[in-house]
Nanobody, 126 residues
Framework: QLQLVESGGGLVQPGGSLRLSCAAS????????IGWFRRVPGKEREGVSC????????GSLDSVKGRFTISRDNAKNTVYLQMSSLKAEDTAVYYCAAALDDGSPCPPESHEYDYWGQGTQVTVSS
């Protein structure tokens, strides 16, 4: 019954902002690490940012540091990815995923995550 549902994607111009949401059900965020990943055609999924379940520590891809911020609202059981200063190269399908937290820093590797949402398209274009 563990489910993740992404929303908030869309078309935005370069330099613009979007906030993606990952609504979780069937589990509580304090027990799972949540990662945001993105994929473009012909490429592997790329870890963008993550947040640990137990302590809320975060990590992110170097290319998005200073532009993207991951956060969570435990009361709403939702994780967010606030994206600003968007670039054309940020265009991708964005996924959130969950991994049972073992107390370690949240992993950036997609294979560490067992549960995935359906994805939401982000297109950055003029």
């Amino acid at each position: 019954q563990l489910q993740l549902v992404e929303s908030g994607g869309g078309l935005v111009q370069p330099g613009g902002s979007l906030r993606l949401s990952c609504a979780a059900s069937g589990f509580t965020l304090d027990s799972y690490a949540i990662g945001w990943f993105r994929r473009v055609p012909g490429k592997e999924r790329e870890g963008v940012s993550c947040i640990s379940g137990r302590d809320g520590r975060t990590g992110s891809l170097d290319s998005v540091k200073g532009r993207f911020t991951i956060s969570r609202d435990n009361a709403k059981n939702t994780v967010y990815l606030q994206m600003s200063s968007l670039k054309a190269e940020d265009t991708a399908v964005y996924y959130c995923a969950a991994a049972l937290d073992d107390g370690s820093p949240c992993p950036p590797e997609s294979h560490e995550y067992d549960y995935w949402g359906q994805g939401t398209q982000v297109t950055v274009s003029s």
